[in-house]
């Protein structure tokens, strides 16, 4: 049985991917689980993190929440604050009720039948008046404003649903790394309500067609058919500059010489994605038999050799019979935070999410701390 809570079915958060593109599903129902596993995403402390802090909010405890992650929660209650404050000024509300955080709503067909789901993550009811919001931890900075958003316009039908005596309901967005920025939010009349829902329902019915379209955008990022999809790979080519230097030959510095400064912002966006589309060639390629590779001018070659190391009887041989010195081996092997984690987990019972982290302190007196080579950020 699925342990998907959204039961396999479209939800709030994903809901911005469907209306941009209406054929995702079926594509993502024809592949294989392998080819969407290429999607499983990295490691991301900064999702873990923002998970954590989600579950803050939902439990109000803070425990588990390193001293930047608290700030960034203190940060996102006074956002919050500052929104219901605003609304409750705005329209003059005095008893103000907030209802179950994390609330899954769905909306079913007239067979009752399930279609979609939605988690708000914090809501407060006054009388026919609603207030949702919604929290982003990250740095959103591909986020689709409160008045465009599918994941809030969603949350607001569903929440309607729920409450038909509503009749107006605001949707928002708490960002605690903007804590002073203008808050974003929009209102909703039972008109909107009413449309809105209509447009859901044309996307959800979009969505179960055998020949609905696909449009690639930046919202493919995020959408796990991406490295099977050829719109997505049309849309994630290199910029033609580039590429033109590649086929003359060129070394990839020279060819990246070439490229624009717009085009420099848009590789280092979608480089991830570009490897991943990649990767799936390549692993396709691979499937493919020795025949059907020749008919396509390419063959299978060895591979390049694995050393799969008896460490320890290693390091004594060198050091006990070639006499070299200790100190100086112990220089040439480095710790894998990854393996120590999943080490600890096994050692200690430490959950998975948190084994890095966990090692890392457990470790503390052990190591320095220097600083990689630079990263790229966006500016907020
Ligand atoms: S990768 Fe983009 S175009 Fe392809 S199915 Fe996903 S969202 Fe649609």
Redesign the pocket.
Known sequence: MSDDIRGGLPSASAFE?LA??Y??QQ??KRLPPEALALHKEEPDPLRDSGSRIHKSRETGNTLELDPQEFALYQSGLNYEQRIVEKWKSVFSLTDVKEGPRELRLWIHDSALNPLCSGQLDVHYISGKRALICDWKTAFCSNLVGAKGNWQLRLQAVLLKIEHPELEEIRVAFAKPMYEDSELDYCDYNETDLKYSLDSILYVLWWSTQPDAP????K??L?????AR????LS?FMLPSAMAIGVTRGEKPEQAAEAVSDDDLYRVWEVRNTIKEIGDACVARLKSKTDEELAAMGLRKGKGRDILDWDIEAAFKFLRDEKLWPEAELFKTMEFGIGKLGALATKQIGVDEKYASKEVKSLLEKFYTVKEGEKIIRRLR
């Not at 696909?214 to 955008?217: H, N, T």
């Not at 995020?222 to 991406?226: E, L, S, V, W």
């Not at 999809?229 to 997505?232: F, L, Q, S, T, V």
């Open positions: 991917i941009e593109c054929g995702q594509l993502v696909r449009r690639a955008g919202h493919c995020h959408c796990p058919a991406k999809c050829i719109e997505a849309f």
